[in-house]
């Protein structure tokens, strides 16, 4: 199957450092999403994607789509200790929206850990 | 509104056992789709079920079998327990048609250690 290669797999970052980090895949995506995950709990959407070369903003989180359709970051700028959580990549290949399909399967990455000091 | 509920929360099984994990959609949602969570790792899609019907399927093997009921909710049943199987099973609710993956909400998961 897939393969995402997400990096950095950990960050430690002084509070108000910008942070940064990318995902790469052998397999073209037609969405690409990053989540969050705090301990304990499911992973939630902080970005979609759904065109190559797409610059995202959601508040201080930025995200772009690659042209090739095979890679995307996600930048967070001014870290705040709350940011602190796993953050995964997920591609997304779309199904077609024919009777019997439905919403495709997320292939995510292995996660980036972020630890921010106050 | 609520989202997505799973149970139990925690669960701890011997090897060989069986065990089945419960999930309720989002309200509006008619897909479910579980992925599994070893520690320090991605979720693992399994498998999704639509119109009690499974749609997909990933790389796991007959031991993982599912069910989805007129209501929409789902099951996750595991079969001949391995220590391997111990990870966080997490359930994702979704509807038709198509609108895009933004219309996934996942739950708060299952966490199962195998023993």
């Known amino acids: 199957g897939q393969q995402l290669n997400q990096s950095p797999q950990s960050m430690f970052i002084q509070e108000g450092e910008d942070v940064s980090m990318n995902c790469t895949s052998s397999?073209?995506?037609?969405?690409w999403l990053w989540y969050k995950q705090d301990p304990g709990e499911g992973p939630v959407l902080l970005i979609a994607l759904y065109k190559a070369g797409e610059l995202t903003s959601n508040g201080r989180l930025t995200a772009q789509f690659g042209i090739t359709r095979k890679d995307s970051f996600l930048n967070i700028s001014a870290s705040i200790p709350s940011d602190v959580g796993i953050y995964f990549c997920?591609?997304?290949?779309?199904?077609?929206?024919?009777?019997?399909?439905?919403?495709?399967?997320?292939?995510f990455g292995r996660g980036t850990q972020l630890t921010v000091w106050p | 509104d609520a989202g997505v509920t799973q149970s139990p929360t925690h669960l701890i099984k011997t090897r060989g056992q069986q065990v089945t994990l419960r999930c309720s959609p989002k309200?509006?949602?008619?897909?479910v789709s579980w992925y599994q969570q070893a520690l320090g790792q991605g979720p693992q899609f399994i498998f999704q079920?639509?119109?009690?019907?499974?749609?997909q399927r990933g790389n796991f093997p007959d031991r993982f079998s599912g069910h989805q009921f007129p209501n929409y909710s789902s099951e996750l049943n595991v079969n001949a327990l391995l220590l391997g199987d111990s990870a966080l099973y997490l359930c994702?609710?979704?509807?038709?048609?198509?609108?895009?993956?933004?219309?996934?909400?996942f739950g708060s998961g299952t966490r199962l250690t195998v023993v």
């Open positions: 994702a609710s979704s509807h038709r048609p198509y609108k895009g993956t933004y219309g996934y909400t």
């Open positions: 079920y639509y119109e009690e019907e499974e749609r």
């Open positions: 397999s073209i995506f037609n969405t």
């Open positions: 309200s509006g949602h008619d897909t």
């Open positions: 997920a591609g997304h290949q779309n199904q077609k929206p024919d009777r019997g399909s439905t919403l495709g399967r997320l292939y």
